[in-house]
């Protein structure tokens, strides 16, 4: 499956974003969905993974009341809908697809077979 991240920009605090990531390939709703993210000199981090149908979601403790995963399965896509930004949001953002039936590990990044290239989030104070 290949995996196009979109919808990054530059923000002030407080405003949102709504990150897409649109998906080609082998069947969409055969993939846990994830979002990840890194920032300048740290290591990628978890933010939110969503389960095939959408049923259940998962959240960083960082992000949790924030931020919203959604999947739209007709659309082959998964979005990150993001309020209340802050400038620690900045960071490059990852949409990464998983095979996996597991529930443990879905909060790290090896989980994940596919990745996509990213998008840049910027949130200035």
């Known amino acids: 499956v290949q995996l196009q991240a979109s919808g990054g920009g530059l923000v002030q605090a407080g405003d949102s974003l709504r990150l897409s990531c649109a998906a080609s390939?082998?069947?969409?709703?055969?993939?846990?969905m994830g979002w990840f993210r890194q920032a300048p000199g740290k290591e990628r981090e978890f933010v939110s993974a969503?389960?095939?149908?959408?049923?259940?979601?998962y959240y960083a403790d960082s992000v949790l009341g924030r931020f919203t995963i959604s999947r739209d399965n007709a659309k082959n896509t998964v979005y990150l809908q993001m309020n209340s930004l802050k400038p620690d949001d900045t960071a490059v953002y990852y949409c990464?697809?998983?095979?996996?039936?597991?529930?443990?590990?879905?909060?790290?990044?090896?989980?994940?077979?596919?990745w996509g290239q990213g998008t840049q989030v910027t949130v200035s104070s």
């Open positions: 390939g082998r069947t969409f709703s055969s993939y846990r």
């Open positions: 990464a697809a998983a095979t996996s039936y597991s529930y443990s590990g879905i909060h790290y990044s090896d989980y994940y077979d596919y």
């Open positions: 969503i389960t095939r149908g959408g049923a259940s979601t």
